[in-house]
């Protein structure tokens, strides 16, 4: 799946939105940044914070899944985004 960047920080969008939302899961991203509250609402449409926040629920399938359930969109679709938005260029080494 090839993503437009405008079609990537929408879906990174939904995530912060979903995120925002999730009263068990946003205290563990919280923590695990060291942001607060007010700083997560204040960079939701920053397509870097975007990316860390699906950095963020790509380390667990679980959460990929409930993300996607309730956005309507495939697995892949998170990925696909995060591959587009700052910092997810693919890495070569050779």
């Known amino acids: 799946m090839i993503l437009s960047r ?4 929408v879906i990174g969008l939904k995530a912060v939105g979903w995120l925002a939302g999730n009263d068990t899961l946003l205290p563990v991203f919280l923590g695990a940044t060291g942001a607060d509250e007010a700083q ?38 998170p990925m696909a985004a995060r591959a587009v938005l700052p910092g997810g260029e693919a890495v070569h080494w050779t």
Do not use: K
Not at 6 to 9: I, R
Not at 43 to 49: I, Q
């Open 6 to 9: 405008t079609n990537a920080e």
């Open 40 to 77: 997560f609402r204040g960079a939701f449409g920053d397509p870097d914070f975007q990316a860390s926040v699906l950095d963020f629920l790509l380390m667990d399938d679980a959460w990929i899944a409930a993300f996607c359930d309730a956005e309507g969109l495939d697995y892949s679709a």
